[in-house]
């Protein structure tokens, strides 16, 4: 086969423009940090980094969940300790109204602060969070307490076909979101039981107080396990171990809730990890392919030069 000068020059000018692009792709690797701007360079790559990065956005997105987890579980047991501050002072001031010298007057204090330390226990009963009621069960919108009475909406029910009520119960169902994939943390405390057994004692702390027959004995009995001779009404030692109960409860969630910070920090760290070797672009490698390039594209200029015949005007000169 002939060999023509027309088909060396084509040849050249299509090495040089191939040398051109490798210098301009590792100069824009360099530029941008990646190895590939267009799916089409490399789809593979581009197929793992797009399931990455939904991996990452899952991430972000429990992270803020769990910010929330720890809200309501913060709240819960801030909440509950001080119920139980507030009980603590109720058994002072039972302590203190058991004793039979007690005048009629001096009663009518003590109940006045039972009274409004009442209130504050049904304050925290509808704490919330966000503008949730975080111990109403799954009817976040209903206060536990209305009216400066258990609210009893927050009862819930089951019906059989013909809409006749089976079995009442009170609402204690989990309020959950998610953290994981396919993992899901309870964060609210239902706290129907517990309020309404407090209110119950309350209240009927506060009728032996108005009764001037009642002894200090009658009124010391509300310390233990039950506050009424029919059992209904739990005493303040009862009150007291539930509260605890609650907030040890609180506060085993709150330590899976940090477990669960740290797995996922670490899963985030994984998949970033991933990600990065994925589409990052090594530099010093980078940089010394782009030299590479740079210096087989200026010998083939000077190969190239050579290669193309000189002209006639050459020979005049």
Do not use: C
């Not at 790559?45 to 769990?66: H, I, P, W």
């Amino acid at each position: 086969m002939r060999v023509t000068q027309s088909m060396l020059s084509n040849n050249m000018l299509r090495n040089l423009s191939n040398s051109y692009a490798k210098i301009g792709k590792y100069q824009e690797q360099i530029t941008t940090g990646r190895k590939f701007t267009r799916p089409s360079e490399d789809p593979v790559a581009t197929v793992k980094g797009m399931s990455y990065r939904t991996d990452l956005n899952k991430a972000e997105q429990f992270t803020r969940n769990l910010q929330t987890v720890n809200t309501w579980l913060d709240t819960t047991d801030d909440a509950l300790d001080q119920v139980g501050a507030a009980l603590h002072r109720v058994k002072e001031l039972i302590v203190q109204a058991a004793n039979d010298t007690n005048t009629s007057e001096d009663r009518e204090k003590i109940n006045a602060e039972i009274k409004q330390i009442q209130e504050q226990l049904q304050d925290l009963g509808n704490t919330k969070v966000a503008g949730k009621y975080i111990f109403s069960g799954t009817k976040t919108n209903s206060p536990l307490f209305e009216d400066g009475k258990i609210n009893e909406n927050i009862e819930t029910h089951d019906e059989d076909a013909n809409g006749q009520i089976v079995k009442p119960y009170v609402n204690t169902k989990s309020v959950e979101i998610e953290v994981f994939d396919g993992i899901t943390m309870k964060v609210n405390t239902p706290g129907f039981e517990l309020f309404k057994g407090i209110y119950d004692f309350m209240t009927e702390v506060s009728k032996l107080l108005d009764d001037e027959t009642i002894t200090g004995d009658k009124i010391s009995k509300a310390l233990g396990m039950t506050a009424d001779e029919d059992g209904k009404i739990p005493g303040l030692d009862q009150l007291y171990e539930n509260v605890l109960s609650y907030r040890a409860d609180v506060g085993a969630r709150q330590n899976r809730v940090e477990l669960m910070t740290n797995r996922l920090s670490s899963h985030e760290i994984n998949i970033t990890k991933r990600l990065s070797e994925n589409e990052d672009v090594d530099y010093a490698e980078a940089i010394t392919k782009m030299i590479t390039s740079e210096s087989i594209h200026q010998a083939a200029l000077s190969v190239g030069a050579k290669i193309i015949q000189q002209t006639l005007v050459d020979f005049i000169r």
